[in-house]
């Protein structure tokens, strides 16, 4: 099922993300954990892309696995960053023969190397050179698009950053899922704003349930997001416990997501980290909320 569809109808949906193995060790691991996900039934499921491609093989595999056997709608990334067109094409030919309709299309994390390099020559500079090169190939895909309600952390104003994702979304995004956040009230902000600068799909949030304090820090870094004093208190209090952090990490995120419901979200993605326990928990947390629906 294409997630225009999906987004469009007036229902609550909980979706949840999952990334796919680092090795081939890992693979049997990471795919039991990803049907322990599946098997509850969300509605989509993402698989990201490996940071510069690495594990991009992976990424086919494990969505592949979620549409065939559980019947999951899935949302499989692909980065273009460090690719040459001709990878790209690749890639698109494989998602379109695995039977994978819905591709989150993302420029990728720079690696300091390519920070200071000059980017003239490169293939692909931002994701909307990606979301161009997919709707040119042909494929009928329906495209989502990363947006940042904190500003990414390369963009000087939130103006600029605005104005880039306005490019993306009319270059054939369907739909953006945001960056982790642990403030809603900077999700309400951003989409007034992005609304009055004429970005009408719908916009997923995406929320991070923070369950082990490790977790914290490097969360923080990778998405530049501030962390309210409340959800500081908690890690202050619980963070040595992992047990009280568990529950508590559970706990802020479902009241992320009840508030999101409570002021007309209809769609929130969990980035569940392949942890089955806590995305089924969150999911109970909220499972008469979302039968009652809109
Ligand atoms: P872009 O849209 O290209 O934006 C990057 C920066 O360039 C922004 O500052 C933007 O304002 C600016 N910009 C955009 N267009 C232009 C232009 N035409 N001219 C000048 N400046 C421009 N990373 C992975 O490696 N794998 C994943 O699976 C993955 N999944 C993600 C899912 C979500 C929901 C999010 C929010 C992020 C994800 N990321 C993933 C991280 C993402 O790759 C990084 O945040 C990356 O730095 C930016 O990607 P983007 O697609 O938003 O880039």
């Avoid at 949030?205 to 997001?225: C, D, E, F, W």
Wanted: hydrophobic letters at 40%; charged letters at 25%.
């Amino acid at each position: 099922m294409k997630l225009s569809e999906l987004l469009q109808k007036d229902e609550l949906h909980l979706s949840f993300e999952v990334f796919p193995p680092k090795t081939d060790t890992a693979f049997a691991s990471v795919k039991a954990a990803v049907e322990e996900i599946a098997e509850l039934h969300p509605s989509f499921m993402s698989v990201t892309y490996g940071a510069g491609g690495g594990t991009s093989r992976y990424t086919l595999d494990i969505a592949k696995n979620i549409k065939e056997q559980h019947g999951v709608p899935t949302l499989a990334h692909l980065t273009c960053v460090s690719s040459t067109k001709e990878t790209v094409r690749e890639k698109i030919a494989q998602i379109k023969e695995a039977g994978i309709e819905n591709v989150m299309a993302l420029r990728g994390d720079l690696t300091p190397e390519m920070e200071g390099a000059d980017r003239c020559g490169w293939a692909y500079r931002h994701a909307v050179d990606l979301i161009r090169d997919i709707r040119a190939s042909g494929a009928d895909f329906c495209i989502g698009g990363a947006c940042y309600p904190e500003v990414h952390p390369e963009s000087t104003t939130q103006a600029e950053d605005i104005r880039y994702l306005k490019e993306k979304v009319d270059a054939g995004c369907s739909f953006l899922t945001t960056q982790m956040f642990f403030d809603n009230n900077l999700l309400y902000n951003f989409l007034y704003k992005i609304r009055e600068a004429g970005i009408t799909v719908p916009v997923i949030p995406g929320i991070m349930p923070i369950t082990n304090a490790n977790q914290v820090a490097r969360a923080i870094k990778l998405s530049g997001s501030f962390m309210p004093r409340r959800f500081a208190s908690l890690v202050d209090k619980f963070g040595s416990d992992p047990n009280a952090m568990k529950q508590a990490g559970i706990a802020y995120a479902t009241d992320q997501i009840i508030d999101l419901f409570a002021n007309g979200i209809k769609n929130v993605h969990v980035y569940s980290m392949n942890k089955p326990d806590v995305a089924a928990k969150i999911q109970d947390n909220v499972s008469a909320i979302i039968k009652k629906g809109i």
